[in-house]
């Protein structure tokens, strides 16, 4: 009976009916237009011609389910009343390829074609079954011309036999319309669920999720970690001469508030945007540039001879960024392997394709053994130049340094800006 008349059989049921309701208008235009060829005929008694009005009527429904709106609606309904099973998921969004649109009107036809036919025995048999059901308890009503019930099932065991005829009828009708729900939520999968066009485009939104918490896990370690590496070692050398010499100590704070404020800003930009859920690309749009390397420079903990050759101002703003956080990197490995007071050579050179940045800094003498593509400062900035069309290089150079070597391209300016005004 659970099959027949639970909850899930409930739902359907009422899925059902809703498909009836919604093929109404399409009938009654239906009944319009076939009663243009009949028109001395009462067209709601003759069942032949309400039979063809409802045939009529399904090929203008496929129509309007070939709307680009009616999967989402049909998916959201099929959801909360049809029981679909949870491994068989249906599509997200309006339908907008040709295949998809077919497979809805598809699923449309078959929904109000099957709930018109359950609503019209819903409305029916009901009152047949009881009035059936209620023949041996009324000898009025078996006498009634209304009924015209045969003499021949005037007979008492016919008339025991009458209610559970109309027990077994209603039986029927619920076993007819949970058939017909369950032939809905199978179909349920193969038409609404998504096409292959659907899963493409699924996968390339995951991807660019995933890009976008990527690019923030970059800007986070970039900044924060730069941050806590500046900060640890000028509080650690500071602490070393702190009866010594106040002035170094006085540079040093000074140095780690400069540091601190800059961070806790960059930090709410990121933060700013993950609150907001931006999810275009837009953490690109935001983050210091080029133009605020000295500030970088003087509170990065370490000496910095810095070369540039070219005009900065030249550079795309997308890659002026990129740049910014790569010296940025640079210069915390420089801190993280190389201790505070370690010298750094920066070049920076802007040519007509290219920008080219190049650090060097010596090794340390503890380090036995250097891994070039270790850490995830270098995969960071390996990232940032392969998303320019770039490429970075890391590892031991010449007797005892480190070098590392970061190229961009400047001939995608015009794709850069594209892609920019798109982010924005």
């Not at 292959?196 to 918490?213: F, G, S």
């Not at 010449?398 to 794709?415: D, S, V």
Request: hydrophobic share 45%; glycine share 10%; aromatic share 4%.
């Amino acid at each position: 009976m659970t099959l027949l008349f639970g909850r899930r059989a409930r739902l359907r049921w009422l899925h059902l009916i809703i498909g009836g309701a919604l093929l109404m208008p399409y009938f009654l235009a239906a009944l319009v237009i076939v009663g243009s060829f009949a028109p001395r005929t009462d067209l709601f008694s003759s069942l032949h011609h309400q039979l063809t009005a409802f045939v009529c009527a399904l090929p203008i429904a496929a129509v309007t389910g070939l709307s680009a709106p009616a999967r989402q609606l049909s998916v959201a309904a099929a959801r909360a009343l049809c029981g679909v099973p949870g491994d068989r998921p249906l599509a997200d969004g309006p339908a907008r390829t040709r295949q998809a649109r077919v497979r809805t009107a598809g699923w449309y036809t078959l929904h109000l074609a099957l709930g018109g036919i359950i609503s019209g025995a819903t409305l029916t048999v009901p009152p047949l079954a009881g009035t059936i059901a209620v023949l041996p308890f009324s000898p009025s009503m078996r006498e009634s011309r209304t009924i015209g019930l045969p003499e021949s099932m005037d007979r008492p065991w016919i008339l025991a036999l009458l209610p559970f005829v109309g027990l077994a009828i209603l039986v029927a009708m619920a076993g007819c319309a949970a058939l017909a729900g369950a032939l809905l939520a199978g179909r349920a999968p193969v038409l609404l669920g998504p096409t292959p066009e659907d899963r493409l485009a699924a996968a390339e939104r995951r991807a660019a999720d995933l890009a976008v918490r990527n690019r923030l896990a970059r800007e986070l370690h970039d900044s924060v970690g730069h941050a806590l590496s500046a900060v640890t070692l000028q509080a650690g050398a500071a602490r070393r001469v702190l009866d010594s010499d106040p002035e170094f100590v006085r540079e040093a704070l000074t140095a780690i508030e400069e540091t601190t404020r800059r961070t806790v800003g960059e930090l709410d930009s990121v933060l700013g945007l993950l609150r907001s859920g931006e999810e275009h690309g837009a953490s690109a749009a935001t983050g210091p540039a080029l133009d605020a390397l000295d500030g970088l420079l003087e509170h990065c903990g370490v000496p910095v001879s810095c070369d540039v050759r070219g005009d900065p101002g030249t550079v795309p703003a997308a890659v002026s960024r990129e740049a910014y956080r790569i010296v940025q990197e640079g210069l915390s490995n420089a801190l993280r392997h190389g201790g505070h007071g370690v010298p750094v050579e920066l070049r920076i050179t802007v040519r007509t394709a290219e920008l080219e940045i190049t650090m060097d800094n010596p090794l340390p003498e503890r380090a036995a053994v250097v891994r070039p593509g270790g850490g995830r400062g270098l995969r960071g900035i390996a990232e940032r130049a392969v998303l320019l069309g770039g490429r970075t290089e890391a590892g031991p150079h010449g007797g005892g340094e480190w070098r590392l070597t970061a190229r961009l391209p400047l001939c995608m300016t015009e794709h850069l800006r594209t892609t920019e005004q798109e982010n924005r």
